[in-house]
């Protein structure tokens, strides 16, 4: 079935759009602030949609195929833990005078995104399938060793305040039950019509989906980050640096593995995009005396938010698709 004009136009600028989103985010709230619990409650159930919506568009065989892919699940895990903990660590000590925006920064710089990036992958042509295969590990091995990442870059004392239970529930919220929801429509897709009505239905939906997830991250957090700009100035500039030289050793490391154009994609995309939704429990459990970590941590999803837009259209610039190639997913 063709896809209706309203999706054909939103299809085309749908960049434009997210700008649009996130901007109408910040005014909402930093207009209203009031807001700002209700939306951050809107966080998970929208981004299980969005990821529904994602999932729903990879067709099983292509993550089955992804699991098998073994030189691109060690180029993503060397990426993630051997290259970005190496860079986290060389910018957190530009904070290391403040504990509270030190422990923020590496909080957040030392977890790779399991949830939207897949999303902001599939835009830039990468190989979401098999990112979406590389997720449950990825979440496996941060949670591992994010504790030994804490424990040499700011001492031991930290590691009290670790708790994997964010962890646990973002896998099961995020991966495991959007996931299985897909696979059941998929399955109900093959025999019945109404399945492949959903299918077409979320599969316009995601440029809307997108911008109203955009919208709730940025308005539940900007009037938080607003409060205390000016201590939060200081990580920005790490938090752009970041983004830029992540993008550089994802591709770097993706071209030492002699990955084709749509996983070297991914890759630069998983090195940059930081599991921040999922680790601000973890700054918010932090002693009053820290209070500014969670809120560095919510600076950077701001930062990163702002650097996926970008992205989106700069990566398939610097990672371009030489030859044809047999998938993209």
């Keep these: ?60 065989i292509e993550i089955g195929r992804a699991l ?98 964010p962890f646990v529930e973002a896998f099961l919220l995020l991966i495991v039950l959007p996931l299985a929801a897909a696979a059941i429509v998929q399955a109900v897709a093959r025999r019945h019509r109404i399945g492949r009505a959903l299918e077409q239905v979320m599969a316009g939906a995601m440029v809307p989906l997108m911008m109203v997830t955009l919208a709730v991250v940025v308005g539940s957090q900007i009037a938080a980050v607003g409060s205390q700009a000016l201590t939060l100035l200081r990580v920005v500039p790490l938090y752009i640096a970041f983004v830029v030289v992540a993008v550089a050793a994802g591709l770097l490391t993706a071209r030492f593995a002699q990955l084709d154009v749509p996983p070297t994609r991914a890759v630069m995309f998983s ?32 930062v990163e938010l702002v650097a996926m837009v970008v992205l989106v259209r700069l990566v398939p610039r610097i990672a371009r698709q030489s030859a044809p190639t047999v998938t993209t997913d």
């Design 1 to 60: 079935m063709r896809l209706g004009p309203l999706v054909e136009w939103w299809d085309r600028r749908q960049i434009a759009l997210y700008v649009v989103a996130i901007g109408v985010g910040a005014t909402l709230g930093l207009a209203a602030p009031q807001v700002a619990p209700a939306l951050e409650h809107s966080i998970e159930p929208v981004l299980m949609l969005l990821l529904f919506a994602t999932f729903l568009g990879v067709p099983l």
């Design 68 to 165: 098998r892919d073994i030189r691109f699940l060690g180029t993503v895990l060397a990426a993630n833990f051997v290259v970005v903990p190496v860079l986290a660590w060389g910018l957190s000590r530009f904070v290391a005078d403040d504990r509270g925006l030190l422990l923020g920064v590496l909080f957040v710089l030392l977890t790779p995104c399991i949830d939207y990036v897949i999303v902001f992958t599939g835009l830039a042509g990468g190989a979401r399938a098999r990112l979406l295969a590389a997720a449950p590990l990825l979440m496996l091995v941060q949670i591992v060793l994010l504790p030994v990442f804490l424990f040499l870059f700011a001492g031991g004392d930290v590691l009290a305040v670790i708790d994997v239970g």
């Design 271 to 302: 090195a940059a995009t930081r599991n921040s939704l999922v680790v601000l429990p973890l700054a918010l459990a932090l002693p009053a005396s820290l209070s500014i970590a969670p809120l560095a941590v919510v600076t950077q999803t701001l």
